[in-house]
């Protein structure tokens, strides 16, 4: 499938075995690339120099949890590329999970001012959503994803024989990204295969991307369910995984439009039968947390351009709403939260 962007479309190659297309990917000015990965990624999708004939491969490995998804781990990485020599005409591979993707290509973005990155990921998180895109960054203290930049990826490797090799919560993660676009679109996603179901996840992100490539307007769409997912993310200490804490955020967006009269109970009650029985996935948080520091988190949230933002959904379909009433805000948390 393709990303349609002006002057720098690209492919995203989806199938089981997909990682033999990497070749296909890589630009032809590179001469060395550097892996960026984790330990614990599988050696068929780290170790990639077979792939690449003719380039120079070197891995640079980075901490595994949100607690390296950092700008120590951006120095760390970089001064790596240094260290062998990466120039501006090379290429760096990002294989892994969406945290390995948004470190390697913000890395790639910054190393002298832009590098090309492509992405070979390897979870299903990755593949429906962090991968594609050009979305990098790390976290800080005060916050998700509050550092990074927009660098599109030369291409991507969505390889499902992936997916047999990831723990049950890394596909519960996974499941949690896939649930926003049964809202997104009204697509009855259920009647797919897992496999078709991917695919279609990656069509609807890179019609919506080609549109609105920096989140100028529609692309906010896709945070649907991020807004309480990344404070419930900040205030847990990440106990709750980014794809659990979506899954719970979809519920409360929906609670919350409910609050501001946009949408029925029924609605309600749909978000809660795809979320739990279609994904047998969480819908409060399992431990507790505190309403002051989640609308503070929310304050800061970097889509919180005029008050507190939220993505919502409504009788025009999900739309992004700002200047959210906090005590709307408030009385909606406390209905919800166990």
């Not at 380039?55 to 781990?73: P, R, W, Y």
């Not at 890179?206 to 906010?220: F, L, Q, S, Y």
């Not at 609050?259 to 507790?288: C, F, K, N, Q, W």
Request: aromatic fraction near 4%.
């Amino acid at each position: 499938m393709t990303v349609p962007l002006p002057d720098r479309s690209y492919e995203v190659v989806v199938g089981s075995g997909a990682v033999a297309a990497l070749g296909d990917l890589i630009p032809a000015s590179a001469q060395r690339a550097v892996v960026v990965t984790q330990p614990g990624i599988p050696s068929q999708f780290r170790e990639l120099a077979a792939y690449v004939p003719g380039v120079a491969v070197d891995v640079v490995e980075i901490g595994v949890g949100e607690v390296a998804k950092s700008l120590n781990t951006i120095q760390q990485v970089t001064q790596s590329f240094a260290g062998v020599g990466l120039t501006r005409n090379d290429v760096v591979i990002g294989a892994g999970g969406g945290m390995v993707t948004d470190v390697a290509g913000f890395a790639a973005a910054s190393w002298h001012r832009g590098t090309a990155v492509v992405h070979v990921s390897t979870s299903l998180l990755g593949m429906v959503d962090a991968a594609i895109g050009g979305k990098t960054g790390v976290n800080l203290p005060e916050g998700k994803n509050l550092v990074g930049a927009f660098w599109q990826p030369s291409g991507v490797v969505c390889d499902l024989a992936a997916l047999a090799t990831l723990p049950p919560r890394e596909m519960r993660c996974g499941l949690g990204e896939m649930a926003k676009y049964h809202f997104l679109t009204g697509d009855d996603l259920l009647a797919l295969d897992l496999d078709e179901r991917i695919a279609r996840c990656v069509e609807i992100k890179a019609e919506i991307v080609a549109a609105d490539e920096r989140e100028g307007g529609r692309r906010a769409l896709l945070n649907y369910g991020h807004t309480l997912a990344h404070a419930l993310e900040t205030a847990t200490d990440h106990d709750l995984a980014h794809g659990e804490a979506v899954a719970i955020g979809l519920v409360f967006a929906a609670e919350l439009a409910y609050e501001l009269g946009r949408i029925d109970a029924g609605r309600v009650d749909e978000h809660r039968a795809v979320v739990a029985r279609e994904y047998d996935l969480m819908t409060t948080p399992s431990v507790d947390v505190d309403i002051d520091e989640l609308v503070a988190l929310m304050h800061r949230d970097k889509k919180a351009i005029a008050g507190l933002t939220f993505a919502l959904d409504g009788s025009n379909g999900i739309e992004v709403v700002t200047g959210v009433d906090e005590q709307r805000v408030r009385s909606a948390l406390e209905r919800f939260l166990p």
